[in-house]
C-alpha cells in the first residue's frame, strides 16, 4: 500500500501521473515539494524545457528557466540513486546548493546526473502522460501542471 504522506497526484492535461516521494533519500528537497504542492504553488506552472529522449523541466512560476519560490534555496542531497525513467530531481544552477522550486522527470537514463542532482521522487504510474508532454526549449504552448497534490489530502 503506498504512503499517502509521500505520494503525489500531479495532474497533467492527458491524464494523472503518480510520484513516489524519496523522503529517506532528500529530507529536505521532499518537504520543500510538499510545502510548495500544499501552497498551490506548482497549480498552472508550465514544463519550460522538455528534452525528447532526456527530461521535462518545470516548477518555475515564470516559466522561463530562472525563476523559483521566495522560499531559500536548499542544500544538495545528492545520492548514489542513479538518474533513469522516470525519476524525478531537482533542476539547479552551478551550484550543488542552488535547487528551489524547480524539477524534471527522466525519461530515459542520464546517469551522467548521478551524484550531482537530488532525486527525490519516481514516478509510479503515468510515465505515459509525461512522454506526451510538449517537447521544446522551451516548447510552443507548453503544457502545464493543472494540478498537483498530496495523496494524503485528497481523501
Not at 18 to 30: D, F, R, S, T, Y
Not at 57 to 64: A, E
Amino acid at each position: 500500500m503506498a504512503d499517502l504522506e509521500n505520494t503525489l497526484h500531479m495532474d497533467l492535461p492527458m491524464g494523472q501521473v503518480v510520484i513516489e516521494l524519496l523522503h529517506k533519500l532528500a529530507p529536505g528537497h521532499v518537504a520543500r515539494i510538499k510545502e510548495l504542492t500544499r501552497q498551490g504553488f506548482y497549480n498552472g506552472v508550465v514544463f519550460h524545457r522538455v528534452i525528447d529522449g532526456f527530461m521535462a523541466q518545470g516548477g518555475d512560476p515564470t516559466g522561463t528557466g530562472t525563476g523559483g519560490s521566495k522560499k531559500p534555496d536548499l542544500k544538495a542531497e545528492f545520492s548514489k540513486e542513479p538518474h533513469i525513467r522516470g525519476i524525478c530531481s531537482m533542476a539547479r544552477s552551478s551550484s550543488p546548493n542552488s535547487a528551489n522550486s524547480q524539477f524534471f522527470i527522466c525519461f530515459d537514463d542520464a546517469t551522467f546526473l548521478d551524484n550531482q542532482y537530488t532525486v527525490w521522487g519516481r514516478v509510479t504510474s503515468g510515465m505515459e502522460h509525461v512522454d506526451a508532454l510538449k517537447k521544446g526549449e522551451p516548447p510552443k504552448n507548453p503544457d502545464k501542471i493543472i494540478k498537483m497534490h498530496v495523496a494524503a489530502d485528497a481523501r
